[in-house]
């Protein structure tokens, strides 16, 4: 680095090439993943491909191999009709220092992966798209596992587009009559039983009319309870049931993958690995993992243990493990380096299951349920965006806790508790009809996060009380460039040193002088301002010398 690159500010430096009129759709990047600790990055794209990248020091020359996967296997209806995979370019290639990639994963069909998960202690991946999962090896460069989530009605669904080719232009128009027709109906027949109540109460009693205050019916004997509130709609919504098989929506898309070391059976916890789909499932695999000296050398093995429906079938889009304490497993490496604290491995391990509508709660390894939450049947909103923030008290900095943040499609940031799912916070924070803001929310550990409050900025917000939204940075300005404290000075320039100033805007405005402008001891100063009050300046200059040439260049002349 010269000189002139130390000088500059900020100090980045092109390491790599972009072209910005590429059109190739299959370039585009999906998912992204790096390892502070263990220097590792991952990157998923458009077209089925997944590239570990390692940080390197120096320069090397490397053949890239490219280890392939087939997602639906042998099925003989189903037609891949999108584009083709990428492809790497054969022989050595000279890598410069920095991130250089170790190997690639390309899975079959190539479409664009909508998940990715990575332990880089356990040098693993999982990767997922719209047809299936699969479980990746990359310290032996071997797939482990492959799991479709097509269902038999959804392989005629081929290509990227969301709409299956089996269902028509005229059955979706038939069927969203016939489900307006059969929602005005309901309402018919809801409307016609609440008049009817409404009459039979009013009927009821001596005098004939409604009750209208405690104090007016005090004595009187009032009808049973159960004949008042029969039939009365319960406070949850209706939610309209989900027509899986031809609603148009991928069912089998993988939505979030996730690794950890839980109990999958009662006595002995090992690593296991989770993966969400769109249709409500969620896939439970145990990892066998070899001994840490012979992990080149024997393979990883992996195989199904347990399977989840839900029965509301809507989109997993979060999966955690929970220990004793009521705190998610940590990440990989970090109990090792410091970063967090050991979990509680001795047992009463539970699982965290967020869905668009519910958050849901499950002993492990029973499955067995033991809390939730229903946001849709409540609110009528659904969540977009989840994660688990440890919030820290404001007087004791070594108390925290644990609990879930989310942002709905309403534009409302709520956390809730991960001990009882109860609701601790809930603010409007984005416009509803703003979908770009809220499908780029993301949440930070700390409880912080951010959101792209337009094309070209983002906002930042806090949910935690210990953490205020201020910058925590400063400029270190060198000797002589900052006026001593006080209001700062502004200087007049370009005037005539031969007279002297009759007007205090024609000389150095001082903090003390009171005639100054009050607009000029307030720092929101504007260059119109200030370019008015310098030819302000400059005219009465004009003014004086005209004066004196007119009185002789005497400034005692009197005009005589």
Same mark, same amino acid.
């Given at each position: 680095m010269t000189a002139e690159d130390e000088e500059e500010w900020p100090p980045f430096r092109k390491i790599g090439h972009f072209d910005p009129y590429t059109d190739d759709p299959r370039l585009g990047i999906q998912r992204i993943f790096l390892c502070p600790v263990s220097d590792i990055l991952v990157v998923a794209g458009t077209a089925g491909h997944v590239v570990v990248l390692q940080m390197e020091r120096e320069q090397r020359e490397a053949d890239l191999k490219v280890s392939k996967v087939n997602l639906v296997g042998d099925r003989d209806n189903f037609v891949w009709k999108g584009h083709e995979s990428l492809t790497v370019v054969s022989g050595d290639v000279r890598y410069n220092q920095g991130f250089q990639p170790q190997c690639v994963l390309q899975m079959s069909p190539p479409a664009a992966c909508t998940a990715l998960s990575v332990h880089t202690e356990w040098q693993l991946l999982s990767a997922g798209t719209a047809h299936g999962f699969c479980l990746f090896d990359f310290c032996q460069r071997r797939a482990i596992s492959a799991t479709c989530t097509l269902s038999a009605s959804e392989t005629s669904a081929t290509d990227d587009s969301s709409m299956s080719r089996r269902k028509s232009f005229k059955k979706s128009l038939r069927e969203s009559f016939r489900r307006l027709r059969r929602r005005r109906?309901?309402?018919?027949?809801?409307?016609?039983?609440?008049?009817?109540?409404?009459?039979?109460?009013?009927?009821?009693?001596?005098?004939?009319?409604?009750?209208?205050?405690?104090?007016?019916?005090?004595?009187?004997?009032?009808?049973?309870?159960?004949?008042?509130?029969?039939?009365?709609?319960?406070?949850?919504?209706?939610?309209?049931?989900?027509?899986?098989?031809?609603?148009?929506?991928?069912?089998?898309?993988?939505?979030?993958?996730?690794?950890?070391?839980?109990?999958?059976?009662?006595?002995?916890?090992?690593?296991?690995?989770?993966?969400?789909t769109n249709a409500g499932k969620v896939y439970v695999f145990s990892i066998i993992l070899p001994a840490y000296d012979k992990r080149d050398q024997e393979d990883v093995t992996a195989r199904i243990s347990k399977e989840i429906t839900l029965r509301h079938q809507a989109?997993?889009?979060? !999966?955690?493990?929970?220990? $004793?304490?009521?705190?998610? =497993?940590?990440?990989?490496? &970090?109990?090792?380096?410091?970063?967090?604290? #050991?979990?509680?491995?001795?047992?009463?391990?539970?699982?965290?299951?967020?869905?668009?509508?519910?958050?849901?709660?499950?002993?492990?390894?029973?499955?067995?349920?033991?809390?939730?939450?229903?946001?849709?049947?409540?609110?009528?909103?659904r969540t977009r965006r989840v994660a688990t923030c440890t919030f820290r008290s404001r007087s004791d900095e070594q108390y925290n806790e644990m609990n879930i943040a989310c942002i709905t499609n309403?534009?409302?940031?709520?956390?809730?508790?991960?001990?009882?799912?109860?609701?601790?916070?809930?603010?409007?924070?984005?416009?509803?009809?703003?979908?770009?803001?809220?499908?780029?929310? !993301?949440?930070?550990?700390? $409880?912080?996060?951010?959101? =792209?409050?337009?094309?070209? &900025?983002?906002?930042?917000?806090?949910?935690? #009380?210990?953490?205020?939204?201020?910058?925590?940075?400063?400029?270190?300005?060198?000797?002589?460039?900052?006026?001593?404290?006080?209001?700062?000075?502004?200087?007049?320039?370009?005037y005539d040193e031969t007279h002297p100033p009759t007007n205090n805007r024609d000389s150095l405005v001082s903090p003390g002088d009171s005639s100054v402008d009050q607009s000029f001891q307030s720092a929101d100063m504007t260059q119109d301002e200030i370019r008015d009050y310098v030819q302000n300046g400059r005219a009465g200059e004009q003014a004086v010398s005209e004066s004196h040439d007119a009185g002789g260049g005497n400034p005692n002349n009197d005009g005589e």
């Open positions: 109906s309901m309402a018919g027949k809801t409307t016609k039983k609440d008049s009817n109540r409404l009459q039979e109460v009013k009927g009821d009693g001596d005098s004939g009319r409604a009750i209208s205050s405690p104090r007016m019916n005090a004595g009187r004997k009032l009808p049973p309870p159960s004949s008042i509130e029969e039939d009365v709609p319960h406070a949850e919504r209706a939610i309209e049931e989900r027509n899986l098989s031809g609603d148009g929506s991928q069912c089998s898309m993988v939505r979030c993958l996730h690794f950890a070391d839980t109990y999958l059976t009662p006595t002995v916890h090992s690593p296991s690995l989770l993966a969400g989109p997993v889009i979060g !999966l955690a493990i929970i220990d $004793g304490t009521y705190y998610p =497993l940590p990440l990989a490496l &970090e109990v090792q380096n410091g970063r967090a604290k #050991a979990p509680d491995m001795t047992g009463n391990h539970k699982l965290l299951v967020i869905s668009e509508e519910q958050f849901k709660i499950f002993a492990m390894p029973t499955l067995k349920p033991e809390d939730k939450w229903k946001l849709t049947a409540h609110e009528g909103s309403m534009g409302q940031l709520s956390v809730y508790t991960i001990k009882g799912l109860r609701r601790q916070m809930n603010i409007d924070a984005v416009n509803k009809t703003d979908i770009n803001g809220i499908a780029s929310c !993301l949440f930070a550990s700390t $409880g912080e996060g951010f959101f =792209l409050s337009s094309s070209s &900025e983002y906002a930042r917000f806090s949910l935690s #009380a210990a953490r205020y939204i201020r910058p925590l940075c400063k400029l270190n300005l060198k000797d002589g460039l900052r006026t001593p404290e006080g209001t700062p000075q502004i200087i007049v320039e370009n």
